[in-house]
Nanobody, 114 residues
Framework: QVQVVESGGGLVQAGGSLRLSCVVS????????MGWYRQAPGKQRELVAT???????NYADSVKGRFTISRENTKNTVYLQMNSLKPEDTAVYYC????????WGQGTQVTVSS
């Protein structure tokens, strides 16, 4: 059974930093594409960043230069380093694991105060 578990969310002031982690268990990790998405209240879920199995990242324009996605295959973990956070980054952040199909975590809340 595949499990996707996010952690690292919290409350931070504008300009601050957080690092999110996502651990995948129950399935192969190193060949899978991974991604971070977020959903703010009243809005649709949107892509934040993705990373291929080979480590190539892709970012939404709104987070380029501030967020960094990375993966550590030996730990079945993908990270999202978020710097220079803004109030508009406030959302529930979800991890997506893609291997033949999509698996999602339960989400972790990120709140940025102004």
């Amino acid at each position: 059974q595949v499990q996707v578990v996010e952690s690292g969310g919290g409350l931070v002031q504008a300009g601050g930093s957080l690092r999110l982690s996502c651990v995948v268990s129950g399935s192969i990790f190193s060949v899978a594409a991974m991604g971070w998405y977020r959903q703010a209240p009243g809005k649709q879920r949107e892509l934040v960043a993705t990373i291929t199995s080979g480590g190539r990242p892709n970012y939404a324009d709104s987070v380029k230069g501030r967020f960094t996605i990375s993966r550590e295959n030996t730990k079945n973990t993908v990270y999202l380093q978020m710097n220079s956070l803004k109030p508009e980054d406030t959302a529930v952040y979800y991890c997506r694991y893609n291997y033949y199909r999509d698996y999602w975590g339960q989400g972790t809340q990120v709140t940025v105060s102004s």
